[in-house]
């Protein structure tokens, strides 16, 4: 099915635990994002990719790594989970900088 | 740095009363402007955006939202509110020359009462 899609979409994990979320786009579109949602913070955004091998830190990079070997996927993973990074996490992709983003249906991420 | 804001955390409207959501934006170039909508357990869906041309931006399910330069702002409106219309608002803000990223606002809760 066309479209971007992410796995899982609802995960709990222990502090300390390594997890990756992941995000697959049919599109290949250029630029792919991943955001956190947070309540009263809205969303902000972790990581991006202007292309394959190409990515660069958000305004809350830190704890999270990111990968683009293939324009299609960009996994997202939390090297030692803890609390705080309890929230929604959002992937989109985007074909060019004029275009809006297209959104996946997001991961409920709970660390305990 | 580009920013956004939404000085609202929520609205409430009556149905059938038009609805305006604000939204005011700081870029130091031009901006590329958008509208997203949130429903529950959901991921963010385009409504509509600002790139050039008519200051008025028609978007999906009867949405517009007016640019306007000297104000900086670019609120959403609808002429008639429904309840369905209830849900998660936000708008988001593109320096079209100095990044590719969107920056978001924290997001606006309609609530449409029957």
């Known amino acids: 099915d066309a479209g971007i899609t992410q796995s899982p979409r609802y995960k709990i994990t222990e502090t300390g635990r390594q997890v990756t979320l992941m995000c697959h786009q049919t599109?290949?579109?250029?630029?792919m994002f991943w955001y956190r949602q947070d309540l009263g913070h809205g969303l902000r955004l972790i990581y991006y990719s202007a292309a394959a091998d190409i990515t660069d830190k958000g305004e809350v990079p830190d704890g999270y790594v990111v990968s683009r070997s293939k324009t299609e996927n960009f996994p997202l993973t939390l090297e030692s989970a803890t609390r705080s990074q309890t929230s929604v996490y959002f992937c989109a992709s985007s074909e060019t900088q004029e275009y809006g983003y297209t959104f996946g249906s997001g991961t409920r991420l709970t660390v305990v | 740095a580009q920013s956004v804001a939404q000085p609202e955390d929520q609205v409430n409207v009556a149905e059938g009363n038009p609805l305006t959501v604000k939204c005011t934006y700081s870029?130091?170039?031009?901006?590329?402007l958008f509208w997203y909508v949130q429903y529950p357990n959901r991921g963010l869906q385009f409504l509509l955006k600002?790139?050039?041309?008519?200051?008025l931006v028609k978007g999906s399910y009867g949405f517009e939202a007016e640019f306007n330069k000297s104000q900086t702002s670019f609120h959403l409106k609808k002429p008639s509110a429904l309840v369905s219309d209830s849900a998660l608002y936000f708008c988001a803000v593109r320096d079209i020359y100095n990044t590719d990223k969107l920056i978001f606002g924290t997001g606006t809760r309609l609530q449409v009462f029957p």
């Open positions: 600002y790139i050039t041309g008519d200051n």
């Open positions: 599109w290949s579109h250029s630029y």
């Open positions: 870029v130091s170039g031009n901006p590329y």
